[in-house]
């Protein structure tokens, strides 16, 4: 889906309304309500005019609780990286944040569930359809570089991160902000050093452009 990743493209108008309906479908969602642990509660911000998006898994209990996208410990990382404060990442008009499902799986062995199929199948291309002043794209976790860069299926995540972080491009992947994966982070002290400011400089860009 490497051409569905999406970047600016003011040559088509921004239809607001559409979105919106868009989302309306996604908030009345049950098609995964048989295999969800609880009651279905898709979360997502998103809107016609978002200048950065940020793909993640899906949504764990804390935030299936409280309704707010990376309400928790990761969404802390998450905004470090990015360099923003609550206030300005909760607004949909600078960041859309979608994973990929929109609601909470349930807790595995060692960890969250992955995210059902199905809600991207669904839902995903019609919502990024929508996204045409996109200018950086975040890609976190496995389950979203899949989706999104195909192309790196069978490529160690260290590779990935290394190789898109390095690009003057406007998608970086980066593993999952979860302190899963805080072994990962203390092994590579590089991403703190030479990735993370590169994010912060491309999210600058995009929120001023």
């Known amino acids: 889906m490497i051409d569905e990743i999406p970047v600016s493209n003011r040559a088509r108008p921004i239809e607001p309304r559409k979105i919106l309906t868009i989302v309306e479908d996604v908030k009345r969602c049950t098609l995964c ?42 969404g802390d990382r998450l905004r470090h990286w990015l360099g923003v404060t609550r206030e300005v990442f909760y607004d949909p008009k600078k960041f859309a944040l979608l994973p990929m499902a929109f609601c909470y799986p349930g807790a595995g062995r060692s960890g969250d569930l992955p995210p059902p199929a199905r809600c991207a199948d669904t839902w995903r291309k019609r919502l990024l359809h929508e996204l045409t002043d996109i200018r950086f794209t975040l890609l976190c976790g496995r389950y979203a570089i899949n989706w999104h860069r195909p192309d790196t299926v069978g490529q160690l995540l260290t590779t990935i991160v290394k190789e898109s972080g390095s690009r003057d491009t406007q998608v970086i992947a980066t593993p999952h902000p979860s302190g899963r994966n805080n072994g990962w982070f203390a092994k590579n002290p590089w991403f703190d050093e030479d990735i993370v400011p590169r994010i912060r400089r491309r999210v600058r860009v995009a929120l001023v452009s």
């Open 33 to 74: 309500a048989n295999e969800l642990p609880l009651n279905p509660n898709p979360i997502l911000q998103v809107s016609a005019t978002s200048r950065v998006l940020i793909v993640g898994q899906a949504p764990g209990i804390r935030v299936h609780e409280t309704g707010l996208p990376f309400n928790d410990p990761s």
